[in-house]
Structures are given as structure tokens and as C-alpha cells.
């Protein structure tokens, strides 16, 4: 047997069908389009399935909208439910319509076969601060209940929980203060909302600052490494200088030194030179005294020499 349930959000359908033993295989859920298509065209696949139509009363569907207008919630409710009471009256479709507040998952279960369990119904939850809204449809949009009580005419329920107008208490001044409470707190969320919100501007703006710090952070960073790379080689630079100074220093003192021993050596040099030159002059002195001397000497020998010769000619 194969059940093809509709009306309801998958998510919703599956806390509601979860919560009790699962004994029954080929459970789907199918969007409502698909389901109306099946109803009006009674085009089941085989006859082994079963159709289920789930739904829930305009007020537990309004509690549960999040994402879109309470106004266009329930126009989706009651177009919803109108296409639904419309096809279940004019087609011979086997169909059972079926409150998920006021029955449990097992319950269903059993009428096709499983076992019933003593499970706690959904609306078995914390105390509702809107509990007066049945009252207050009932007040201000009447059509909604008719729709409901419609639904609840036709559904499948345990004995003595079907949900009508005849059930539910007038309004009290003990629900118009609930109400005026509840307008407080809705507006204080809201403030509290708006409050978050800027929070997260503020929190958002925050982030981007932190953002660029960091950028500005690591780059600055970067920029302190390559000054300290830029410091370490400037002091490398320095100390070789430093030290081919101190090499030059030094090799300035050495020559400054041999210079001076150099000077020093010339002057010597030069003074043995001089006297050299006075001696080599005294020395030339005498030997040209010696050659006068000695041109003389024979210039008289030569005269004596001549005289001899002619006295021994004569002779």
C-alpha cells in the first residue's frame, strides 16, 4: 500500500509523521498540485494507494509562518482549502482529510493496519500566548472558521476532538489584555530586531575596519622586515668601511713611516755623496799638482837630456 499525503510543508509533514513508530512503507508527500490533479482527474496509480489531505487551522498555520505576510498565509490557506472541499464533493475519489493538531501520526496509522500507540498529539506543546485567536477569526473573519469547520465536517478525527466555533469560548477582557500584552511584545521584538540590526551594521562596518587594519597591519609588517633587512645590511656596509678605513689608516701610518725613513736615508745619501764629491775634488787637486809637477820634471829632464846629447856631440 502506497500513501501519498499533501497540504502541508514536507518539513512540517515529517515532525508530525515522525513522531511516533513508522510501520507503514511508501509514505510520500506530494505537492498540492499533483494532489488536486490525482482527485480531479481520479487518476490514481493502482489501488493499493491511498490519498490523505493534512492541514491545520488558519491560526497554528499563521503561527508558523516565518518568511512571508500573515495575510498572504492565509489566502494560500484558504485558496488551498477551498480547491480541496470543491474536488473531495464533486469527485468519487477515495480521499479522508485529516487536523494534525487534534490527530496524531498513530492514530492515522492504525486505520491502515499499524499499531496504535499511545502517542502525545502535536498541539501537546508550551502554553500559546495567542490561545484567544480562535476567538478573535471567529470575531473578525468569520469565512475562515466556515472554511475550517467545513474541513473538520468532512475529516477523519478521533471521536470528540473535531474543532468548531460551538467549542470555543466568546472573547473576554482577560483576552483583550492578552492581545494588548502581545502587541507590546511584538513590538519590543521589533525594537529589539531593529536594535540587532544595527548591531550587525555597526558589527558588519567593524569587520571591514578590522579587515583593512589587518591589511595595513601585514603590510606594515612586511615593511618593518625589510627595514630591518635594510638596518642589517646598512650595518654590514658601515662595519666593512669601518674596517677598510682602519686598513688605510694603517696603511698611511706605514707609508708615512717609510717615508720618512726613506727622507731620512737620502739625506744620509746625499751628505756622503757631498763628501765623496769633496774628497774626489781634493783628490783631483793633487793629481793635477802631481801631472804639473811631473810635465815639469820632464820637461827639465828632456832639456837636461838635450844638453847632454849636444855637449857629447861636441865632445
Not at 1 to 8: H, N
Not at 28 to 36: A, D, G, R
Not at 81 to 103: C, G, H, M, P
Amino acid at each position: 500500500m502506497k500513501i501519498l499525503f499533501s497540504g502541508l510543508e514536507a518539513s512540517i509533514f515529517e515532525g508530525w509523521w515522525s513522531a511516533t513508530e513508522n510501520t507503514i512503507d511508501h509514505v510520500s508527500i506530494v505537492p498540492s498540485s499533483v494532489f488536486f490533479d490525482l482527485l480531479q482527474n481520479n487518476s490514481l496509480p493502482n489501488n493499493a494507494t491511498r490519498l490523505v489531505w493534512l492541514y491545520r487551522s488558519p491560526w497554528e498555520t499563521i503561527n508558523q509562518t516565518d518568511d512571508i505576510q500573515i495575510s498572504v498565509a492565509l489566502k494560500n490557506w484558504q485558496s488551498l482549502q477551498k480547491i480541496f472541499l470543491e474536488l473531495s464533493r464533486t469527485n468519487n475519489t477515495s480521499v479522508i482529510a485529516v487536523n494534525i493538531d487534534s490527530t496524531s501520526s498513530s492514530n492515522l496509522k492504525g486505520i491502515y493496519g499499524a499499531p496504535v500507540s499511545n502517542a502525545i498529539l502535536s498541539e501537546a506543546r508550551l502554553p500559546n500566548p495567542l490561545n484567544f485567536l480562535p476567538e478573535l477569526f471567529d470575531a473578525f473573519a468569520p469565512h475562515y472558521w466556515d472554511i475550517l469547520e467545513s474541513l473538520e465536517s468532512v475529516s477523519w478525527t478521533p471521536r470528540g476532538t473535531s474543532l468548531f466555533r460551538s467549542n470555543v469560548d466568546s472573547l473576554k477582557e482577560d483576552d483583550f489584555f492578552k492581545l494588548l500584552n502581545t502587541l507590546e511584545s511584538v513590538k519590543k521584538v521589533r525594537n529589539l530586531e531593529q536594535k540587532l540590526s544595527q548591531s550587525e551594521f555597526k558589527n558588519s562596518e567593524l569587520e571591514k575596519k578590522i579587515t583593512i587594519y589587518e591589511g595595513f597591519s601585514e603590510k606594515l609588517d612586511s615593511t618593518q622586515i625589510q627595514n630591518s633587512n635594510l638596518e642589517n645590511a646598512l650595518a654590514y656596509e658601515k662595519a666593512r668601511t669601518l674596517k677598510a678605513e682602519l686598513n688605510l689608516s694603517e696603511l698611511m701610518g706605514v707609508s708615512t713611516s717609510r717615508i720618512q725613513e726613506l727622507e731620512h736615508q737620502n739625506k744620509l745619501l746625499s751628505a756622503q755623496l757631498k763628501m765623496t764629491q769633496g774628497e774626489l775634488l781634493e783628490h783631483y787637486d793633487t793629481v793635477g799638482k802631481y801631472d804639473a809637477i811631473f810635465e815639469m820634471s820632464s820637461e827639465t829632464l828632456h832639456r837636461a837630456n838635450l844638453a847632454l846629447q849636444a855637449g857629447l856631440h861636441d865632445a
